[in-house]
Structures are given as structure tokens and as C-alpha cells.
């Protein structure tokens, strides 16, 4: 069945540092999304993405659609404190209907 | 919107006992899924529903596992003979289907079994 991977597992880094975090598909998906959970939280959508070579950006945040569409990478300018949580991308291929994460990456900000 | 609710919050039973988790999605949503996600991972996907229609369940789940979606409004996930390692966080999500479909999760019910 699909699988998505995700690294890094974690990344700390300081404010200010950027931060990325890679997504990978062991089939092509038809499309891709990102969320955020929040420490103690539950998954919050942040975008989704459809066209193979896709950017899209939401201020410090940078999404991208890789050309054959099983990857994707998620980029953060200048961390803050408030982008503290774990990021997950969740995968919908062309067989099914169900969206399937990833393990995602936990970032932590020391300020 | 009043978002996606779960009750209850948290749940602990001992081991063989049966519970069920209740989710009210957002009203004018179609689609329900249930995720369960233990520390440290991402939602693993278990079913959803279409309206009332159960569309898809995933091979891992055990058939001690069942969900029921009614009139295709609330949804009620059953655990009947709970183990140990049923133990995670139960997360309800609804979603209205189309292109720009996107997740919109509840706060979860935490079970423990003891």
C-alpha cells in the first residue's frame, strides 16, 4: 500500500534559523496537503497542493510539488517561537480516497 | 461552524472491555474519517464515510473495530475487547468532498487500557 516518509524526524533550531522539511511518496500521488499540530493539538490544515512542480507560499512558509508528484517540501524563513509543533504531510494517490500521513517532523525554536 | 466535536475527551477501560467514541462533524460536511495516532506518529487512517455510506476501512483494522455513521449526521467508532495496544489518541475529521477537500479534525479521545 501507499506509504509517505517523512525527514527529518526532528529539527531544533534557533529563531531566526530557517527550517525544511521533506515529504516522500512510494506512489504518485494526485495530490498532497500539509498540516500542523500544535503540542498537545490536533492537525490543523495549512495547504494543499495539485500540480506537479506546484510553489505556493503563506508568508515565511514555502510549499513545493515535486515534478513527478512523490515529494513535496515544506520551507520556513526565519522561524519563530509560534512555529513550534509537528508538520505533517498527508498523501491521496490516484486509487484511493483516503489521505495518508506521514510521520511527520517536529520542530522546536529556542528563542 | 461550530468545528468537530468528540466525546469523550479522554477514556480509560481495562483490558476486554468494550467502548465507543461519538463525533459530530461539521453539519454541512459529507465526509467523516476516523485517525488514530499514538505518540510520536502521524494519524494512521482507519475508515471513512460518504454520507452514511462506510467507503472505505483499512486492512490493518481489526474487526474488533467497527464505525456506524447513521442518517450520515454524527458517527459512533466501537472497540469491542480493547487491548493494550489499542491504547492512542482517536481523532474524528470531517471534510466536504471535492477538489479542495481539506481535513478539519476534532480534539481527539485519548484512550487508555489498562
Known amino acids: 500500500g501507499q506509504q509517505v516518509m517523512q525527514i527529518p524526524q526532528y529539527q531544533h533550531v534557533q529563531e531566526g534559523e530557517d527550517f525544511t522539511t521533506y515529504c516522500n511518496s512510494s506512489?504518485?500521488?494526485?495530490?498532497i496537503q500539509w498540516y500542523k499540530q500544535r503540542p498537545g493539538g490536533h492537525p490543523v490544515f495549512l495547504i494543499q497542493l495539485v500540480k506537479s512542480g506546484e510553489v505556493k507560499k503563506q508568508k515565511r512558509l514555502t510549499f513545493q510539488f515535486g515534478e513527478a508528484k512523490k515529494n513535496s517540501s515544506l520551507h520556513i524563513t526565519a522561524t519563530q517561537t509560534t512555529d513550534v509543533g509537528t508538520y505533517f504531510c498527508a498523501g491521496r494517490d490516484n486509487y484511493g480516497q483516503n489521505f495518508v500521513f506521514g510521520p511527520g517532523t517536529r520542530l522546536s525554536v529556542l528563542p | 461552524d461550530t468545528g468537530v466535536s468528540q466525546d469523550p475527551r479522554h477514556k480509560i477501560t481495562k483490558r476486554g472491555q468494550n467502548v465507543t467514541f461519538r463525533c459530530d462533524p461539521i453539519?454541512?460536511?459529507?465526509?467523516l474519517y476516523w485517525y488514530r495516532q499514538t505518540l510520536g506518529q502521524g494519524p494512521e487512517f482507519l475508515t471513512y464515510f460518504q454520507n452514511e455510506a462506510q467507503l472505505e476501512k483499512s486492512r490493518l483494522l481489526s474487526d474488533r473495530f467497527s464505525a456506524e455513521r447513521p442518517k450520515g449526521s454524527f458517527s459512533t467508532l466501537e472497540i469491542q475487547r480493547t487491548e493494550q495496544g489499542d491504547s492512542a489518541m482517536y481523532l474524528c475529521?470531517?471534510?466536504?468532498?471535492?477538489?479542495?477537500?481539506?481535513?478539519?479534525f476534532g480534539s481527539g479521545t485519548q484512550l487508555s487500557v489498562l
Open positions: 453539519s454541512e460536511h459529507n465526509r
Open positions: 475529521a470531517s471534510s466536504f468532498v471535492g477538489t479542495n477537500e481539506k481535513l478539519f
Open positions: 506512489t504518485t500521488l494526485s495530490n
